[in-house]
């Protein structure tokens, strides 16, 4: 599992997170795919696309994860 890290930011929203990570090659991609509920958040299915991911979380798709760190 990789990490991200906030560098004294807040949160990222869950669609700029997979654009940074790679996961997704746009933002309209990355919006598409959490729509369709193929993105989690600690395991649960996540569907706002905006969702605010603080430290501590970890997000997974397609069979990557990535846990936000401070």
């Known amino acids: 599992m990789e990490n991200f890290y ?4 807040p949160y990222v ?13 746009s933002g309209a991609a990355a919006k ?3 729509a369709e509920g193929l993105v989690q958040v600690d395991n649960q ?3 706002r696309k905006r969702c605010k991911i603080t430290a501590g979380k ?3 798709f397609n069979g ?3 846990r936000v760190e401070e």
């Open 6 to 9: 906030l560098e004294s930011h």
């Open 13 to 25: 929203e869950l669609c700029d997170l997979l654009k940074l990570q790679g996961w997704c090659e």
């Open 32 to 34: 598409a795919v959490i």
């Open 45 to 47: 299915p996540e569907t």
């Open 58 to 60: 970890v997000v997974s």
């Open 64 to 66: 990557e994860s990535v």
